[in-house]
C-alpha cells in the first residue's frame, strides 16, 4: 500500500505565497509521475501541475510563470511553490503520483489540502 500526505495549505492575502509538499511513502519501487491537482466548489478537479521522472513538467495555463513544480526523486516528495496567489487559485488541493510497486503500476491520491486566497 502507497499513502501520499500533503501538508502546506492554508490562508493567504491576494499576491501572496505558499508552498505545498507531498510524501509518498509505502510500497514504492518508483514513481512515473507525481502531480498536483485542485478542486474548487462547484467545479471538476483540474491539473494544476505535473513532473515525470526525467524532470519534464506541465501547468495550467493560468498557473504559468506563477507556479512551479519540483520534485526529490530519493525521498518520493513533490512540492508546489505558488506565488502571485489570486482569488481564483481557492480550492482544495490533491497530490496524485503514478507508483510503480514493482508488479504493479497506478496511481494514489492523497487526502487533499485547502488552499484560500482571501484578504
Known amino acids: 500500500q502507497v499513502q501520499l500526505v500533503e501538508s502546506g495549505g492554508g490562508l493567504v492575502q491576494p499576491g501572496g505565497s505558499l508552498r505545498l509538499s507531498c510524501a509518498a511513502s509505502g510500497s514504492i519501487f518508483s514513481i512515473d509521475m507525481m502531480g498536483w491537482y485542485r478542486q474548487a466548489p462547484g467545479k471538476e478537479r483540474e491539473l494544476v501541475a505535473r513532473i515525470i521522472s526525467g524532470g519534464s513538467t506541465d501547468y495550467l495555463d493560468s498557473v504559468k510563470g506563477r507556479f512551479t513544480i519540483s520534485r526529490d526523486n530519493a525521498k518520493n516528495m513533490v512540492y508546489l511553490q505558488m506565488n502571485s496567489l489570486k482569488p481564483e487559485d481557492t480550492a482544495v488541493y490533491y497530490c496524485?503520483?503514478?507508483?510503480?510497486?514493482?508488479?504493479?503500476?497506478?496511481?494514489?491520491w492523497g487526502q487533499g489540502t485547502q488552499v484560500t486566497v482571501s484578504s
Open positions: 496524485r503520483a503514478q507508483v510503480n510497486s514493482g508488479y504493479l503500476s497506478r496511481p494514489y
